[in-house]
């Protein structure tokens, strides 16, 4: 991977990169083993709530309403947020925001800013604004700071750089902290980087973060993470610059007792994450920067909003499960999806944000399993909205293909709930003659007749599990209702 | 130009959503949310306790049971253990509590080099939530300023018992009030995994976590 940031204006067609990736044998073995601890993690902590249905119900009738009222709730944040003595920056696009961002710091005279890790500013590719205006940014995040002193990119959104082992940060490490002798335990390369960034941490006076959710009753910014590069960056500048997409507000406090349950156990398979941080404005007695600004940035978000089959996109939080889940991703790993976002999550937003002028054979980067939409702590139906940009692919490309024609039947099975869980089990009994068991006893599919057969060309597909998540959980909601519980 | 922005994505989003209703309508909507998931303890106190220690010490923090006249004695055998010897306190912790024998700096506004020359933090806290493991911390007398409570690499936090719910909805219930104050929540050391998902504890934040559960506290 170059230095190069993941442009989906540029980037290889997904084929082409799922391709190369497979071809790196290491690559696929580190995501393999990292989505695979996470996905287990993930499981025994979900498994833990009795009540984890509703949170996802409640999380995703709070996220629709919040798209409902876009407007409604950004403007109470503005003027919460503005009483609270922050300031509110508004960006229509990608451009917009980092003229705004490098303004601000070269308004601060600061040739120097740490940073928190952030999508939303990988996604606009700040840092490299920054450097051109040149000042340097320092990721503080572990794993951002592998990818940059690396000159690496992200490969997935909570763990972005699962795709590299410790040898291969040990190797980074020392050569870029100049570095004589350094163990390879993750410990050892822990502390090598705590040593690397606490002198940044008390020295640089201008930080730079994104934003997990943005409350509109308080004006409040909460930021969720798990080193504490977080909080030294949101505590100790004199200055701090958030950008946020408009998609991040929330109504109320009391709504972060949900997402704040789902977030985490979805993310990392924690119960909590090690820190929450909630701040409002300025303090007034000198608890944090002095000046803080925020930047609400559209970015083609209001494009996705006006897209009724496309909205749901909007709803996401960022917390990588789909990812995960995904087959296709555990075997392309991150990269070859050409953009930040990453997985089914990335399937689905980057052609959005491009409009659909770029990135069109993301929405085909998925063999439409659903076990992105199983996991999704609010429920975005994953599945449908692909189906609808494929069918928007196709309409930009003419109508009477027969690609066209097969994704409409798609379609139709995707918007009806009883028609794809029957598509679902039928998919199993079909695919049973073409799979074949690896070492472990896992199914694996090399060949798909007709038109799928453009897709194992370049990659196996895992079997389709022999009971869904659905099905599953139906029947331990029955048999618990039979053993009386 | 920036006013511009701002007029020209409000004027999208009203085109795409393609409603501007009055704000209480809004605020009906939203009160109509479903939420059916637990806002309640199932637990009677002592169990919620119990859950608490539980998932403190799956965090690697030690929990100790005192009583608030041992606070003092306890603090200083703990903080001895862990070799620290000048330890911050916010203003507003009540003296009696301090670690017997320590030095003890009152923060009036340390610099971040400074608290990076001390040893631990010992603070009170607003809440803790036993089914996550989490305790909060608020811009409120006893428990101060996030920064010190970040930068040393010890930190002893004294937990009144009346001071923990069960859930998370609960603790959200309680913080209401204060939303607006600088919050913190803190679940365990600070920690990673970014490395082949192996859980490293201590990267940025406090390496090393006692917690002081104080039965006879104040009252809320
Ligand atoms: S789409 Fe759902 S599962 Fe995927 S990252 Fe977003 S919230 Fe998480």
Redesign the pocket.
Same mark, same amino acid.
């Given at each position: 991977m170059s230095g190069q940031p993941l442009d989906p204006r540029t980037a290889p067609t997904f084929p082409a990169a799922a391709r190369a990736m497979l071809g790196d044998t290491q690559l696929r073995k580190n995501v393999r083993h990292a989505t695979g601890v996470i996905q287990t993690k993930r499981a025994r902590v979900v498994e833990e709530m009795p009540d984890w249905q509703e949170l996802r119900e409640s999380g995703r009738q709070i996220r629709e309403h919040t798209m409902r009222h876009l407007d409604h709730y950004l403007q109470q944040f503005e003027q919460n947020c503005t009483r609270a003595g922050g300031v509110v920056h508004w960006a229509r696009d990608a451009e917009e925001a980092r003229r705004i961002v490098v303004g601000l710091v070269q308004a601060e005279g600061a040739r120097e800013v740490i940073k928190i890790k952030s999508m939303t500013t990988e996604e606009i590719q700040l840092n490299k604004a920054l450097e051109a205006a040149g000042v340097h940014p320092y990721e503080t995040d572990l794993a951002e700071l592998i990818i940059q002193l690396g000159q690496d990119q992200p490969s997935h959104?909570v763990v972005p750089a699962l795709h590299k082992n410790r040898q291969q940060i040990r190797e980074i490490f020392q050569r870029e902290m100049h570095l004589g002798t350094l163990g390879e335990s993750p410990q050892d390369l822990a502390d090598a980087a705590r040593r690397f960034l606490r002198e940044k941490f008390l020295r640089v006076k201008t930080g730079v973060s994104g934003a997990n959710f943005l409350i509109a009753e308080t004006g409040g910014v909460c930021i969720v993470e798990s080193e504490g590069n977080g909080r030294m960056c949101l505590t100790l500048p004199e200055t701090l610059i958030t950008v946020a997409g408009i998609d991040k507000v929330v109504p109320t406090f009391k709504d972060l007792e949900v997402l704040l349950q789902l977030l985490p156990r979805?993310a990392t398979g924690e119960r909590m994450n090690p820190y929450n941080s909630i701040w409002t404005g300025v303090d007034a007695d000198g608890d944090g920067p002095r000046r803080f600004h925020i930047v609400l940035m559209d970015n083609a978000r209001t494009e996705i909003l006006a897209d009724e089959e496309g909205r749901q996109t909007l709803h996401?939080?960022? #917390?990588?499960? #789909?990812?995960n889940a995904c087959p296709v991703y555990r075997q392309t790993g991150g990269h070859a999806y050409g953009s930040v976002y990453a997985g089914?999550?990335g399937a689905i937003l980057t052609p959005q944000l491009q409009v659909l002028n770029h990135a069109q054979t993301l929405p085909y980067a998925s063999s439409l399993c659903g076990a992105?939409y199983e996991?999704?702590?609010?429920k975005?139906n994953?599945p449908e909205v692909l189906i609808h940009l494929r069918n928007k692919v196709v309409r930009k490309k003419g109508p009477l293909t027969p690609e066209a024609l097969a994704m409409r039947a798609m379609g139709l099975v995707f918007r009806s709930e009883r028609r794809f869980r029957a598509a679902q089990r039928m998919g199993r009994v079909a695919e049973a003659p073409l799979v074949r068991k690896d070492g472990q006893g896992q199914g694996w599919i090399g060949w798909l007749p007709g038109l799928l057969g453009g897709w194992t060309q370049v990659r196996d597909l895992q079997a389709m599990p022999q009971q869904s998540f659905r099905e599953w959980w139906e029947q331990r909601e029955k048999s618990e209702v039979s053993r009386g519980n | 130009m920036a006013t511009d922005a701002r007029e020209a994505v409000l004027t999208r989003i009203r085109a795409a959503t393609g409603n501007a209703p009055e704000t209480r309508a809004v605020m009906q909507e939203w009160q109509g949310i479903r939420r059916q998931y637990r806002q309640h303890a199932a637990r009677d106190h002592e169990g919620v306790l119990e859950l608490l220690i539980d998932r403190l010490r799956d965090y690697d923090a030690t929990v100790q049971r005192v009583s608030r006249d041992e606070v003092s004695a306890v603090a200083a055998r703990l903080a001895a253990a862990r070799g620290i010897r000048r330890m911050v306190v916010p203003e507003g912790l009540d003296p009696a509590l301090l670690p017997a024998g320590l030095a003890c700096e009152t923060d009036r506004g340390l610099s971040a080099e400074e608290l990076d020359g001390l040893d631990g933090v010992m603070t009170g806290c607003t809440l803790a939530i036993a089914e996550t493991g989490t305790i909060v911390l608020q811009r409120v007398a006893g428990q101060g300023r996030r920064a010190i409570s970040l930068v040393p690499d010890y930190h002893l936090c004294v937990v009144d018992e009346a001071r923990v719910v069960e859930t998370v909805p609960e603790a959200m219930a309680r913080l209401q009030p204060t939303a607006a104050l600088a919050t913190t929540f803190f679940s365990g050391p600070s920690a990673t995994a970014d490395i082949e998902m192996t859980r490293i504890k201590g990267v940025h934040g406090p390496r090393f976590l006692d917690v002081l559960l104080v039965r006879d506290g104040e009252r809320l």
């Open positions: 959104i979805s996401c939080i960022r #917390c990588g499960a #789909c990812q089914p999550i992105c996991v999704c702590p609010v975005i994953i | -």
